[in-house]
C-alpha cells in the first residue's frame, strides 16, 4: 500500500486540473531526471533553485575533490536528497497555487486512491460530476 496526499482546489473543480494526488515516499523520477521532473510538474522556480543546487554543488566538488569518486558520490548523495524531498516540493508548489490538503489515502495506484478518495467524500464526486460537460460519462 502506498499513502496520498489529496490535494484540492476548490474555486472551479475540474478533475484534470483541481484535484491532485501526490504520493508519498522516495521519487525515482526526480532522483535521475532531476530538471525534467520539476518542469514536468511546472515548478518554474523549483527548476530553478534545483539546477543552482546542482551546479554548485557539482562544481564545488570538482574544485574542492576533482573529478575522484569523491566528487561522484557527493553529486549522487545530492540526488537522492532531491528524490527524498521533491514531493514536499511539490506538495508547496500545489499550496502555493492555491491548493489545500484535504486528506490522505492509502492505496495501491494512484487509480484506487482517486477512488478510494471520492467514495469517501461524495460531496467532492458530486461536484466533480456535475462540472463534467453533457454527454461525458461519470
Same mark, same amino acid.
Given at each position: 500500500?502506498?499513502v496520498?496526499?489529496?490535494?484540492?482546489?476548490?474555486?472551479?473543480?475540474?478533475?484534470?486540473?483541481?484535484?491532485?494526488?501526490?504520493?508519498?515516499?522516495?521519487s525515482?523520477? *526526480?532522483? =535521475?531526471?532531476t530538471?525534467?521532473? /520539476?518542469?514536468w510538474h511546472?515548478?518554474?522556480?523549483?527548476?530553478?533553485?534545483? &539546477? +543552482? $543546487?546542482?551546479?554548485?554543488?557539482?562544481?564545488?566538488?570538482? *574544485?574542492a =575533490?576533482?573529478q575522484?569518486?569523491? /566528487?561522484v558520490?557527493?553529486?549522487?548523495?545530492?540526488?537522492?536528497?532531491?528524490? &527524498? +524531498? $521533491?514531493?514536499?516540493?511539490r506538495?508547496?508548489?500545489?499550496?502555493?497555487?492555491?491548493?489545500?490538503?484535504?486528506?490522505l489515502?492509502?492505496?495501491?495506484?494512484?487509480?484506487?486512491?482517486?477512488?478510494?478518495?471520492?467514495e469517501?467524500?461524495?460531496?467532492?464526486?458530486?461536484?466533480?460530476a456535475?462540472?463534467l460537460?453533457?454527454?461525458?460519462?461519470?
Amino acid at each position: 500500500m502506498r499513502v496520498y496526499t489529496v490535494h484540492l482546489r476548490r474555486h472551479g473543480l475540474m478533475p484534470d486540473d483541481d484535484l491532485v494526488l501526490v504520493r508519498e515516499g522516495f521519487s525515482w523520477p *526526480a532522483f =535521475l531526471f532531476t530538471f525534467v521532473w /520539476a518542469l514536468w510538474h511546472r515548478m518554474w522556480r523549483a527548476t530553478l533553485w534545483l &539546477f +543552482i $543546487a546542482v551546479a554548485a554543488v557539482s562544481l564545488t566538488a570538482e *574544485a574542492a =575533490l576533482g573529478q575522484g569518486a569523491a /566528487a561522484v558520490a557527493l553529486s549522487l548523495a545530492l540526488s537522492f536528497a532531491i528524490g &527524498f +524531498i $521533491a514531493d514536499d516540493l511539490r506538495r508547496n508548489h500545489l499550496q502555493d497555487q492555491g491548493f489545500a490538503v484535504a486528506g490522505l489515502v492509502a492505496a495501491a495506484d494512484e487509480d484506487q486512491a482517486l477512488h478510494r478518495y471520492l467514495e469517501a467524500e461524495p460531496y467532492v464526486a458530486a461536484d466533480i460530476a456535475s462540472a463534467l460537460p453533457q454527454g461525458v460519462p461519470s
